[in-house]
């Protein structure tokens, strides 16, 4: 690094990374993954070539050949208990720009910067909340009405596909 700004962009890249995109991916991933058909593709067979036993199977009982293809009971059931308690929300949970302790520092610049952030990312949910509601984003006001959550700041407890923790830790 050669210049203030250099240290700036690497702080704001490892801030970015190790906050909100770990945020956005960890508490993102339950909705999608926790429903086992939307997991990746894991297949424990082949599809059943034409005229074989398992091909006669799969015209007459389709779900038995598709629960046979798919990972075994226990496997699946790990796997979405693992992604269910990664993607929850403790009851104690501090949220990026809040601290539980009011004097972390005496600084007084600092601490009215870190208020700045509060407000600022205060209107960061603001803004994802308007832009839920505008029909120009089709990816938000389709026929679900699934608002995009990934992002906004805070959240409440359990599994809420949102929130950025001031923390991480795996």
């Not at 009971?73 to 796997?79: K, N, V």
């Not at 302790?101 to 610049?109: A, I, M, R, S």
Request: aromatic content about 8%; glycine content about 8%; proline content about 7%.
């Amino acid at each position: 690094m050669q210049t203030l700004k250099d240290l700036i962009d690497s702080c704001t890249i490892i801030i970015w990374i190790a906050s909100a995109l770990h945020a956005a991916i960890n508490f993102g991933q339950y909705p999608y993954g926790g429903y086992m058909p939307n997991h990746p593709t894991v297949s424990r067979q082949l599809m059943p070539e034409p005229d074989s036993k398992d091909y006669e199977l799969l015209k007459t009982d389709p779900d038995k050949v598709f629960l046979k293809t798919i990972m075994p009971r226990l496997q699946m059931l790990l796997g979405v208990v693992v992604t269910e308690i990664l993607s929850r929300h403790t009851s104690d949970e501090i949220y990026l720009g809040q601290r539980d302790t009011p004097v972390w520092t005496k600084d007084k610049e600092a601490l009215a910067a870190f208020e700045r952030f509060g407000k600022e990312l205060g209107g960061v949910e603001r803004k994802i909340m308007e832009m839920n509601g505008d029909e120009k984003w089709k990816n938000r006001v389709g026929p679900t009405k699934l608002p995009y959550t990934l992002l906004y700041p805070t959240s409440e407890e359990g599994l809420t596909g949102r929130g950025i923790p001031n923390s991480t830790s795996i």
